[in-house]
C-alpha cells in the first residue's frame, strides 16, 4: 500500500481568522484585553451597575472589532504599515545649492 502525505498548502501565507488577517489580529486581541479592564474599572472601582458597564463595554466593542475588519479588509496584510510609511515621506525634496551633490562627487573622485 502506497503511504498518502497530505500537502500544507498554507505554507507563506498569513495567519487569518474569520477575515482579519495578520497584525490585526493582534490589535483585535490587544482591544479586547483593554475593554476587559476597562469593564473592570468601571464596575469595581467606579461601582457603576453592571447593566451600564456592559453597554459602554459591548458599544466599544462592536465598534472596535468593526473598525479591526474594515482595516483588515482595506489595507491588507501590509497595506496599513505601508500607508503610515508613506505619510511620512515628504511631498517633494528641494535644494537651492548644487554644492552637496558637488561635495559627493569630489568625494568619490578622491576614493578613486
Do not use: W
Not at 475593554?35 to 468601571?42: D, K, M, N, T
Not at 472596535?64 to 503610515?84: A, C, D, H, P, W
Amino acid at each position: 500500500m502506497a503511504t498518502v502525505y497530505e500537502i500544507n498548502k498554507g505554507i507563506g501565507r498569513s495567519v487569518e481568522f474569520k477575515g482579519i488577517k495578520a497584525q490585526y489580529i493582534i490589535y483585535l486581541a490587544l482591544g479586547l484585553i483593554l475593554l476587559l479592564l476597562l469593564f473592570a474599572i468601571l464596575y469595581a472601582v467606579c461601582h457603576l451597575k453592571i447593566y451600564y458597564c456592559l453597554g459602554v463595554v459591548a458599544i466599544g466593542g462592536v465598534g472596535f472589532v468593526t473598525t479591526i475588519q474594515r482595516l483588515s479588509r482595506t489595507y491588507g496584510e501590509n497595506g496599513l504599515q505601508k500607508r503610515m510609511a508613506s505619510a511620512r515621506l515628504p511631498k517633494a525634496i528641494r535644494s537651492r545649492s548644487r554644492r552637496i551633490f558637488i561635495q559627493i562627487n569630489q568625494q568619490d573622485h578622491a576614493q578613486k
